[in-house]
């Protein structure tokens, strides 16, 4: 039964169900590292909007180091997704079970990286940026895209403000009075859907409560279950293609 569920949420058929689970989940690590990490480094890393913002005002400033770190974290996470696309495709054509559990493994990896060289690395800066930044930004960079193309951006977890907006639409409709008179379609909220879009914000909140707390009490070390956590779910899909090998031999 654990295995069914680990290949259920990672594995390359995708279900509603799946993708649901594996999007709360992903949402609580997104949460984790973005809360956590700006406890580390001063900075959220979930999202380019706000980064994108800073730059256009650090440029009318004149502050052009910022604005270089600005332009640095963006490109980071755009270069995480760009490699999991690269991942995906690579499994994809080659019919590997670990088509979305590849970049997942190597989130892990990274997130491991970060708990247990952050401190070493919040030191070492490139291009003015410490590298902990870049790192942070990547890793978001490439959950966002796992979660994106394995849902047909459907579902999003490194980010609320879609979330919060998609569920402000439904609760509209769900307070909407229908006139009973009228020949029109009645406004109905999908309520299914507000249970997911609600969930996904609790679990974003629930992991940022979580980063916030255990990085004030065990420093960057506290990443290291959110690593192992992505690891086991991917670990089944990574030994399926192994055993296929193995056995094709």
């Keep these: 039964m654990p295995l069914h569920f680990a290949r259920q949420l990672t594995g390359p058929a995708r279900t509603l169900q799946g993708n649901r689970r594996l999007g709360l989940t992903l949402a609580f690590v997104a949460g984790a590292m973005n809360a956590g990490g700006f406890l580390a480094v001063q900075q959220y890393t979930s999202h380019v909007t706000g980064t994108v913002s800073s730059v256009a005002d650090q440029f009318v400033l004149g502050r052009f180091d910022l604005v270089l770190d600005g332009i640095v974290g963006v490109l980071a996470f755009l270069f995480g997704a760009m490699v999991c696309a690269l991942l995906v495709n690579y499994a994809r054509r080659r019919r590997l079970h670990s088509e979305y559990a590849l970049p997942l493994l190597l989130e892990a990896a ?15 800066e490139g291009l003015l940026v410490p590298a902990t930044v870049v790192l942070l930004c990547f890793i978001m960079g490439l959950q966002n895209a796992v979660i994106t193309k394995l849902s047909n951006a459907v579902i999003r977890t490194t980010h609320m403000t879609g979330i919060v907006t998609d569920l402000g639409i439904e609760l509209g409709k769900l307070v909407y009075w229908n006139r009973a ?16 879009l609600a969930s996904l914000l609790a679990c974003f909140l629930g992991g940022g409560l979580a980063g916030a707390y255990g990085f004030k009490a065990f ?3 506290s990443t290291l279950p959110l690593a192992l956590l992505l690891a086991a779910l991917a670990a089944v899909p990574a030994a399926d293609d192994l055993r296929q090998r193995w056995g094709g031999r």
């Design 110 to 124: 990274l997130i491991l990286a970060f708990g247990l060289l952050g401190s070493q690395l919040a030191h070492w």
């Design 181 to 196: 008179e009228t020949e029109q379609a009645p406004v109905l909220a999908d309520r299914a859907r507000m249970a997911v």
């Design 219 to 221: 420093g960057y070390r």
